[in-house]
C-alpha cells in the first residue's frame, strides 16, 4: 500500500485525539462500512500519532498485517493492480490523522469515495457526541443549553441516518449491488489471474536469472579450469617436455651434424673420385688418339713395309696401359657407385625413413619418397603432438647430391625453429606460421646466393578442432577426399622458399571429418610423362579418389606404383615423394599392424620370418572373428625366401634380405626385398606352385632404396 497525498508519519508527542475519541471513531467507522469493505475487499487504516489502527483488514492487501508504530513500512508496501486514497481527519479543528482506504483499482472509484466520506462523516459525529457530553454535564441547568443540546443531539441523528443511508446505500440499489457483486467476481478472476501470471512472470524472471548466473557460472568455471589445467600442465609437463625437447634437439643436431660432415665427406670423395676420372679420362682419351695415330701410321707402315720388332713392342705396351687404365676406371666408377649408395641409404634411413603414425587411433600417416638418382631434393617430416600433427612435404630445386644436402638442411632448420620457439614458450604450441617464418629468415640467404628455392606444403591436423591448417609454398595442390568420395584440391598463394625475403605466410583452414583422406605430393608425380603427355594434376586427384578407403601405406605406395608404370621409367625421371594422412574412427578397431625382420640369404633364418608372422598375428584382437589358415601364406614365403637365396644370390649366404609384413581386418600382406637378380613369377619355375597358395603376386617391382621386392598378399575368411 502506497499512501497518496504524500501522508508522512505523526510524531510520537502530543498525541492527539485522546484515546476515547480515536476507539470511537475507529468503532462506529467499523459498523458504518465494516460489511461494505469487507464485501469489495476493501482495506481501510487509521493513521495516528499513536500508531496504525486496522478498519477493516484485508486478505488482499498484505498491508494489513502492519501495527504498531511503523509507520515507514506502510510507505513502501503495495499490493500490484491495487490503489489506495489517502483522507486527512480533523477534531477540535486539528489534525486527528488521517484515514487510508486500499481497494482493487478495477473497483468502480465511487467506492472509495463513499468510504472516504462515511469517515469524515463519522469524525463529525464523535466530535458532536464529545461536545455534547461536555455541554450536558456543564449545563444540564441551562434552558438555553438544553436547546443547544437538542439541537446538537438532531444534528448527531441526521449525521447517524447520513452513516446509515451511504452503508445501506449499495444495498438499495439492486443494480448498483449486482454491479458491484459482479465487479467484486470480475475483481476477483481478474485478481487470481494476475497472481497467477504474476507467479509465472517470477518464476520465468527467476529461472532466466537463474540460467544466466549457471551459465555465467559455468563459464567462469571452464575458464578457471582451463586456466589451472594449463598452470597445472605447464607445472608438472614443462619441465620433463622441455627436458624431452632439449634431449630430442641434441639428438637431431648430432645426427644432423654427422650427417652433414658425412655428407660433406661423401661429397668430397665423390667430387674427387669425379675430377680424378676425369683427369684419367681424358688421359685416356688422348692415349687412344695416340693409339689411333699409332694404329693408322702402323697400318700405312704395314702397307709400305713389314712389321719391324720395335713397333711390336711400343703395341704391346699401349695395351698393357690401356688395360691399367681401364681397371682403374672401373674401381673408381665402383667405388663412386658405392658412395652413392651409401648416401642414398643415409638419406632414406636416417634424413627420411619410413615412419607410420598412428596418433591416438584418430590419425594415420605414411608416406614414400623414390628419388631419381641415388639421392634427390625430396623431403618430408611429421611432428607429433598430444592431439595434433604437423607434415611438412618439401622439393628442393636441383636433383643428386646437391639437391640431398639443402633438403637435409631445410629439415634440420625446421628442427630447431620447432625447438627454439617451443623452448621460448613451453604452455604453448609454436603456430605453423611462426614455425615458417623462422626457417624462411634462415634459409633465404644461403638459398638466393645458389639461386636455389624450395617449394613445400606445411599441414597442422588439430583432432581436437577437426580442422586442418594449411601454408603451401608454391607446392603441387594437396588432394582431399572426403568420406562421402567428394574430392577438393587445396591450394595456398604464398611463394617458395628462397624467392623473397618474406616473413608472413598466410595459411587456410579446411574442416575434416572421419573417413576423410588428404594426398600430398611432389611435381615428380605430376610430371612422370609417357611420351609428351604427363601424368597431370586432374590424374592424381582420380586416383587419389579412387583409393582413399586404403590404409595410408598402401595408398602412396599404389599411387607411386601407378606413375612409374604409367611413364615406364624406373627410377622415375624426377625424384617422387607422396604422403598421406588418414582421418579414423577410434570407436573402431584399430588398423593395420606391421613388423619386419632383416635376414640374411642362409636358409637356417626362415624359421625367424615365421615366428614373426606367427607373433603378429598374435597381436590382433581382430583375428578372434575369423576362421583361417595362414599356413599356405607362410609356406608361399619360405619358397620366394629360397628362391632368392639360391638363384637371385647365386646360393651366397651373406647377403641381406629385408621382410616387411602387414596385417589388416581382412587381408595379410607381405614384402620381401632383395638386391640380387630381379626374377618373375613367369619364368620362374620353382615358384609356380606359390601362385596358388595366395590372393595375389608381384614381382621384380622397386622398392624405395632401388632394391628388388616381391609381394604376396592372402585375403582372411570371416
Given amino acids: 500500500m502506497i499512501l497518496a497525498n504524500g501522508a508522512k508519519s505523526m510524531p510520537s508527542v502530543d498525541v492527539f485525539p485522546p484515546v476515547e475519541v480515536r476507539e470511537a471513531f475507529v468503532s462506529n467507522l467499523r459498523k458504518a462500512v465494516g460489511e461494505l469493505a469487507e464485501g469489495s475487499a476493501t482495506a481501510i487504516a487509521y493513521l495516528s500519532p499513536a500508531g496504525i489502527r486496522w478498519v477493516v483488514p484485508s486478505k488482499a492487501c498484505p498491508c494489513s498485517q502492519i501495527v504498531g508504530e511503523d509507520f515507514s513500512r506502510l510507505h513502501n508496501c503495495h499490493a500490484d493492480g491495487r490503489r489506495s486514497q489517502t483522507v486527512p481527519l480533523w477534531y477540535k479543528h486539528r489534525s486527528a490523522g488521517a484515514l487510508v482506504v486500499c481497494c482493487d483499482g478495477i473497483v468502480h472509484p465511487a467506492l472509495a469515495a463513499t468510504v472516504c466520506k462515511a469517515a469524515v462523516s463519522t469524525m463529525r459525529q464523535v466530535d458532536l457526541e464529545k461536545e455534547n457530553e461536555l455541554l450536558r454535564g456543564e449545563h444540564s441547568e441551562d434552558p438555553k443549553t438544553v436547546a443547544h443540546l437538542q439541537q446538537l443531539q438532531q444534528e448527531i441523528d441526521r449525521l447517524v441516518r447520513e452513516n446509515r443511508s451511504l452503508r445501506d446505500e449499495p444495498r438499495e440499489s439492486p443494480e448498483t449491488a449486482a454491479a458491484l457483486q459482479r465487479l467484486?467476481?470480475?475483481n476477483e478472476k481478474l485478481r487470481q489471474l494476475a497472481e497467477v501470471l504474476r507467479a509465472e512472470c517470477k518464476a520465468s524472471h527467476e529461472m532466466a536469472t537463474a540460467l544466466r548466473e549457471v551459465q555465467t557460472e559455468n563459464e567462469t568455471f571452464r575458464k578457471q579450469t582451463e586456466t589451472l589445467r594449463a598452470a597445472h600442465s605447464a607445472s608438472q609437463e614443462n619441465a620433463a617436455t622441455l627436458q624431452q625437447l632439449k634431449v630430442e634437439n641434441e639428438t637431431y643436431?648430432?645426427?644432423?651434424e654427422a650427417l652433414r660432415a658425412e655428407c660433406n665427406a661423401t661429397q668430397e670423395t665423390a667430387m674427387t673420385a669425379l675430377q680424378r676420372l676425369q683427369t684419367e679420362s681424358e688421359i685416356l682419351q688422348r692415349v687412344q688418339q695416340e693409339n689411333e695415330k699409332f694404329r693408322k701410321q702402323l697400318e700405312s707402315h704395314r702397307d709400305g713395309h713389314s712389321t719391324n720388332q720395335e713397333t711390336a713392342v711400343t703395341l704391346q705396351r699401349l695395351q698393357t696401359e690401356n688395360e691399367t687404365f681401364r681397371k682403374r676406371t672401373e674401381t673408381l666408377l665402383a667405388e663412386h657407385n658405392q658412395h652413392l649408395t651409401t648416401a642414398a641409404h643415409i638419406q632414406q634411413s636416417l634424413l627420411l625413413g619410413r615412419p607410420t603414425v598412428d596418433l591416438k587411433s584418430q590419425l594415420r600417416a605414411d608416406a614414400v619418397s623414390i628419388p631419381s638418382l641415388c639421392v634427390g631434393g625430396d623431403f618430408y617430416d611429421f611432428f607429433a603432438y598430444d592431439q595434433v600433427l604437423d607434415v611438412v612435404i618439401g622439393d628442393v630445386m636441383g636433383k643428386g647430391v646437391q639437391?640431398?644436402?639443402?633438403g637435409a638442411a631445410t629439415k634440420y632448420h625446421f628442427l630447431r625453429a620447432i625447438y627454439n620457439l617451443y623452448a621460448s614458450n613451453p604452455a604453448r604450441l609454436p603456430e605453423p606460421q611462426e614455425i615458417l617464418a623462422s626457417v624462411a629468415a634462415e634459409v633465404y640467404g644461403p638459398l638466393s646466393k645458389i639461386e636455389s628455392y624450395v617449394t613445400l606444403c606445411y599441414a597442422r591436423f588439430d583432432l581436437r578442432e577437426r580442422r586442418a591448417h594449411i601454408i603451401d609454398c608454391g607446392h603441387p595442390r594437396a588432394v582431399q577426399v572426403r568420406n562421402d568420395g567428394t574430392c577438393n584440391l587445396l591450394q595456398g598463394e604464398n611463394v617458395p622458399l628462397?624467392?623473397?625475403?618474406?616473413?608472413?605466410y598466410k595459411g587456410f583452414?579446411?574442416?575434416f571429418d572421419v573417413g576423410d583422406a588428404f594426398f600430398f605430393y611432389t611435381d615428380g608425380v605430376t610430371e612422370a610423362h609417357k611420351e609428351t603427355v604427363q601424368f597431370g594434376e586432374q590424374r592424381v586427384a582420380e586416383l587419389v579418389q579412387s583409393l582413399h578407403r586404403l590404409d595410408p601405406r598402401e595408398l602412396v605406395e599404389r599411387v607411386s606404383a601407378e606413375v612409374m608404370i604409367y611413364s615406364g621409367a624406373r627410377p622415375p625421371q624426377d625424384d617422387l615423394t607422396c604422403v598421406a594422412v588418414q582421418i579414423l574412427d577410434p570407436n573402431r578397431s584399430r588398423g593395420a599392424l606391421r613388423d619386419k625382420i632383416d635376414i640374411t640369404s642362409d636358409l637356417r633364418q626362415v624359421p625367424h620370418v615365421m615366428a614373426m608372422l606367427r607373433d603378429l598375428c598374435q597381436k590382433s584382437p581382430d583375428l578372434t572373428t575369423f576362421t583361417t589358415d595362414l599356413a599356405p601364406l607362410q609356406q608361399a614365403v619360405s619358397e620366394v625366401l629360397k628362391y632368392i637365396a639360391e638363384h637371385a644370390y647365386s646360393g651366397r649366404k651373406d647377403m641381406m634380405i629385408r621382410i616387411e609384413a602387414s596385417l589388416f581386418v581382412n587381408r595379410f600382406s607381405v614384402r620381401i626385398y632383395h638386391r640380387g637378380e630381379g626374377f618373375d613369377f613367369e619364368?620362374?619355375?620353382?615358384?609356380?606352385?606359390?601362385?596358388?597358395?595366395?590372393?595375389?603376386v608381384e614381382c621384380n617391382a622397386r622398392g624405395e632404396?632401388?632394391?628388388?621386392?616381391v609381394f604376396l598378399q592372402k585375403w582372411l575368411k570371416q
Fill in 403 to 406: 639437391g640431398a644436402l639443402l
Fill in 705 to 709: 632404396f632401388g632394391e628388388h621386392y
Fill in 509 to 511: 583452414t579446411v574442416p
Fill in 498 to 504: 628462397g624467392w623473397i625475403r618474406a616473413d608472413d
Fill in 683 to 696: 619364368t620362374a619355375k620353382p615358384l609356380e606352385a606359390t601362385q596358388a597358395r595366395v590372393d595375389k
Fill in 253 to 256: 643436431r648430432q645426427q644432423t
Fill in 184 to 186: 467484486q467476481l470480475e
